[in-house]
């Protein structure tokens, strides 16, 4: 079986298996936010996030509010997303990037986001996915080891999993499929096992057979 035909049945697979495509970070259609918010769930679980970013949010809202917001302050409400001095003062520079670099608007571009303090290649994806509905692939943990264990990929290179992956999942169904790998990824094929006897890919899957 050809790795296009694989990457298509596993679309497929997926979204019969989760109807609805979520991000796990909760979202409130608010560019800035979102951007946050992929930036403290860097080595943190989404979960966590979610717990921390109402009482954030409430604080600083807009792209002003972070810009002029006092780092430490900041730090201290996000701590226990761990890293957080790191974290506050990439989130305090990218909102000063954001305003005045692009007047306070997060940009649309790939390049363009990534020249914002904290921003890598997997928040940029993330964001223009979905805010700005782009295909785009997002390759976080789960993405990355289901990619390997279906046998599209061999390798754990976040850039080279995201290049090889455009090329084979349909531009429509892109996003979708990050976020549905993502649950998959916790309930089935976790990072600690592969239950592939209950794994609605088990049929095609490389790891599998």
């Known amino acids: 079986m050809e790795d ?19 991000c796990s970070l909760d979202e409130d259609g608010d560019a800035f936010h979102l951007l946050v ?7 943190c679980t989404d979960q966590r996030v979610n717990k921390v970013t109402p009482a954030l949010f409430a604080k600083y809202d807009t792209v002003d509010d972070f810009a002029s917001a006092d780092k430490d302050d900041v730090a201290q409400i996000i701590r226990s997303c761990g890293m957080y001095k790191t974290k ?9 990037t954001v305003k ?3 007047g306070g608007t997060v940009p649309g571009t790939m390049d363009e986001l990534l020249s914002i303090p904290g921003v890598g290649r997997k928040t940029a994806n993330l964001i223009l996915g979905d805010y700005f509905k782009k295909p785009a692939i997002v390759t976080d943990t789960h993405f990355i080891r ?8 061999k390798t754990k ?5 995201e290049k090889i ?3 084979l999942i349909d531009p429509a169904e892109s996003n979708d499929f990050c976020h549905r790998t993502v649950l998959h990824g916790r309930k ?17 899957c490389r790891k599998a057979l």
Do not use: H, W
């Open 4 to 22: 296009r035909e694989l990457a298509a049945l596993a679309v497929e697979a997926l979204k019969k298996e989760y109807s609805e495509s979520v």
């Open 37 to 43: 918010s992929v930036r403290l769930s860097a080595q």
């Open 88 to 96: 506050s003062s990439d989130i305090v520079n990218a909102a000063k």
């Open 100 to 102: 005045e670099k692009f």
């Open 146 to 153: 289901i990619s390997n264990r279906l046998g599209l990929v």
């Open 157 to 161: 290179d976040p850039f080279k999993v």
């Open 165 to 167: 992956m455009k090329e």
């Open 188 to 204: 089935v094929c976790t990072a600690r096992k592969a239950y592939c006897e209950n794994c609605v890919m088990s049929g095609f």
